[in-house]
């Protein structure tokens, strides 16, 4: 790579509000009108198979904020108040162990956030100790946590491989120290340096770093010796975010001085040279934010067009529900979404009348489950072939999808899409707008009116 071109009025005509379709539909159409008794009635049905298990707990609390910050957290300084946070984990899983079926195995287990390592290390134990004694894992299992080098020990470290984590994910965002004060998150490289030293020297098998790009006073400059610093800790997986300016549902957001934000323009040139940064360093461009060595299972997963996409991102593992416990997380099965309650004291008011913190939820048509696949195929393998597709979905692709397909054309003659009678490919500037294109195949989106709720898709 890259003989990528941008063109700065395809950024202008492209650049409009757009799911990120980590779901379909996007979260935005789950609603608390569901019926909770249909809901656990798709719950139930769901345990009645066998398929794989992946499991995230949602660990909210932060000491500071990070004025960019998009993630449901609890600023506090109070430690206490992660002890007080697993008793109510644990009765949420016991509420919810009532219902899984105990012969499911665990593949995946995430912990996110706020910031896991809030937890004091012998926290950290506990928490492993609770969902080893529920729940069976697979012997090769993984298992990812999200770490906050700022405050972290090594004890901490040690805890989390002790309870079977094996993968870290380090947040970096950018090394600039002007970047750094602009969004109020102080963390000098050697730090980092310092915490992976600490992830490879206790044994984690990957190392994913995690830097956003779309920050107030980057510049492609800037993001380059960021890239350059980070490429020097040797990741395995890279994962560089677009910043979602969404102030009207972070109020946090506004305290960023708007005129110190890159323009659209910019940001993709910081996109483009990240691309050809990283893929000339030996990375495989997986799509969207994600990067990751030419032998890593994303990479080979992508190759074998067995790649998903989820809450979490892309992933390996298909055929795996996710089961979410703590405050505002997510869980998804074929036939469902549901998400618990995003105020602290609410979750653990219905946990302490023995109920499921059920917030929201949504119960996917058949037409949602055809169109998530192939949503998803289209972001995880960049192209879809009608035949497979047919086959896969059992019914005729290019029948069903027909108005879909024929409102391609703009997008064909941008150079972003080539079609044949067989089927449809993205091509190499087409992956810079693979969120426009999969709005073409969503049929919650009116086409002329942009839904204003979500960041834009550039
Ligand atoms: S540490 Fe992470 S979750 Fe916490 S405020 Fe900062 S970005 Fe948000």
Same mark, same amino acid.
């Given at each position: 790579?890259?003989?990528?071109?941008?063109?700065?009025?395809?950024?202008?005509?492209?650049?409009?509000?757009?799911?990120?379709?980590?779901?379909?539909?996007?979260?935005?159409?789950?609603?608390?009108?569901?019926?909770?008794?249909?809901?656990?009635?798709?719950?139930?049905?769901?345990?009645?198979?066998?398929?794989?298990?992946?499991?995230?707990?949602?660990?909210?609390?932060?000491?500071?904020?990070?004025?960019?910050?998009?993630?449901?957290?609890?600023?506090?300084?109070?430690?206490?108040?992660?002890?007080?946070?697993?008793?109510?984990?644990?009765?949420?899983?016991?509420?919810?162990?009532?219902?899984?079926?105990?012969?499911?195995?665990?593949?995946?287990?995430?912990?996110?956030?706020?910031?896991?390592?809030?937890?004091?290390?012998?926290?950290?134990?506990?928490?492993?100790?609770?969902?080893?004694?529920?729940?069976?894992?697979?012997?090769?299992?993984?298992?990812?946590?999200?770490?906050?080098?700022?405050?972290?020990?090594?004890?901490?470290?040690?805890?989390?491989?002790?309870?079977?984590?094996?993968?870290?994910?380090?947040?970096?965002?950018?090394?600039?120290?002007?970047?750094?004060?602009?969004?109020?998150?102080?963390?000098?490289?050697?730090?980092?340096?310092?915490?992976?030293?600490?992830?490879?020297?206790?044994?984690?098998? +990957?190392?994913?770093?995690?830097?956003?790009?779309?920050?107030?006073?980057?510049?492609?400059?800037?993001?380059?010796?960021?890239?350059?610093?980070?490429?020097?800790?040797?990741?395995?997986?890279?994962?560089?975010? +677009?910043?979602?300016?969404?102030?009207? !549902?972070?109020?946090?957001?506004?305290?960023?001085?708007?005129?110190?934000?890159?323009?659209?323009?910019?940001?993709?040139? !910081?996109?483009?040279?990240?691309?050809?940064?990283?893929?000339?360093?030996?990375?495989?461009?997986?799509?969207?934010?994600?990067?990751?060595?030419?032998?890593?299972?994303?990479?080979?997963?992508?190759?074998?067009?067995?790649?998903?996409?989820?809450?979490?991102?892309?992933?390996?593992?298909?055929?795996?529900?996710?089961?979410?416990?703590?405050?505002?997380?997510?869980?998804?099965?074929?036939?469902?979404?549901?998400?618990?309650?995003?105020?602290?004291?609410?979750?653990?008011?219905?946990?302490?009348?023995?109920?499921?913190?059920?917030?929201?939820?949504?119960?996917?048509?058949?037409?949602?489950? !055809?169109?998530?696949?192939?949503?998803?195929?289209?972001?995880?393998?960049?192209?879809?072939?009608?035949?497979?597709?047919?086959?896969?979905?059992?019914?005729?692709?290019?029948?069903?999808?027909?108005?879909?397909?024929? +409102?391609?054309?703009?997008?064909?003659?941008?150079?972003?899409?080539?079609?044949?009678?067989?089927?449809?490919?993205?091509?190499?500037?087409?992956?810079?707008?693979?969120?426009?294109?999969?709005?073409?195949?969503?049929?919650?989106?009116?086409?002329?009116?942009?839904?204003?709720?979500? +960041?834009?898709?550039?």
């Amino acid at each position: 790579m890259s003989t990528l071109k941008v063109d700065l009025d395809l950024v202008s005509k492209y650049n409009v509000p757009g799911p990120r379709y980590t779901s379909y539909p996007p979260a935005t159409h789950f609603t608390a009108e569901v019926r909770e008794e249909e809901l656990l009635e798709r719950i139930r049905t769901n345990n009645e198979t066998q398929r794989d298990l992946s499991l995230y707990f949602h660990l909210p609390f932060c000491r500071s904020l990070c004025w960019y910050c998009g993630c449901t957290t609890v600023i506090t300084t109070q430690q206490a108040q992660s002890a007080r946070y697993l008793k109510y984990l644990e009765k949420e899983m016991a509420l919810m162990g009532k219902l899984l079926n105990a012969k499911r195995k665990v593949v995946q287990l995430h912990f996110g956030g706020g910031t896991p390592t809030f937890l004091k290390p012998e926290e950290i134990r506990r928490l492993g100790t609770m969902i080893h004694s529920q729940f069976e894992f697979a012997p090769d299992a993984e298992a990812g946590v999200e770490i906050d080098p700022r405050r972290l020990t090594r004890e901490h470290l040690v805890a989390l491989r002790e309870v079977g984590f094996n993968r870290a994910s380090v947040g970096v965002q950018d090394n600039d120290p002007k970047v750094q004060r602009a969004v109020h998150r102080i963390q000098p490289f050697d730090q980092t340096r310092l915490v992976v030293d600490g992830i490879r020297s206790t044994g984690f098998k +990957s190392l994913n770093l995690d830097l956003i790009y779309g920050l107030p006073h980057q510049t492609a400059a800037s993001f380059e010796q960021t890239l350059t610093d980070v490429l020097k800790l040797n990741p395995d997986r890279l994962a560089v975010f +677009s910043y979602a300016h969404v102030p009207w !549902i972070k109020p946090a957001q506004k305290i960023l001085a708007s005129g110190a934000l890159p323009a659209a323009e910019v940001k993709l040139q !910081i996109l483009k040279l990240t691309i050809e940064k990283l893929t000339s360093e030996g990375y495989v461009y997986i799509g969207m934010d994600h990067f990751a060595r030419a032998d890593d299972e994303l990479a080979v997963a992508q190759k074998a067009k067995t790649l998903q996409r989820n809450f979490q991102g892309y992933s390996t593992h298909g055929g795996a529900d996710i089961y979410s416990f703590g405050m505002s997380s997510i869980s998804q099965t074929e036939a469902c979404y549901w998400q618990n309650i995003k105020d602290l004291p609410e979750y653990y008011k219905s946990l302490d009348q023995g109920r499921l913190p059920f917030a929201k939820g949504y119960l996917s048509t058949i037409e949602d489950q !055809i169109r998530r696949q192939v949503i998803m195929r289209l972001m995880c393998d960049l192209s879809l072939d009608y035949a497979a597709m047919s086959r896969y979905l059992e019914t005729d692709f290019a029948t069903h999808f027909a108005a879909e397909l024929a +409102s391609l054309d703009d997008l064909e003659a941008d150079g972003l899409v080539e079609r044949s009678a067989t089927g449809l490919t993205v091509t190499e500037l087409g992956r810079l707008f693979i969120r426009n294109i999969a709005m073409r195949f969503d049929a919650y989106r009116k086409v002329q009116e942009p839904e204003p709720r979500f +960041s834009k898709t550039i």
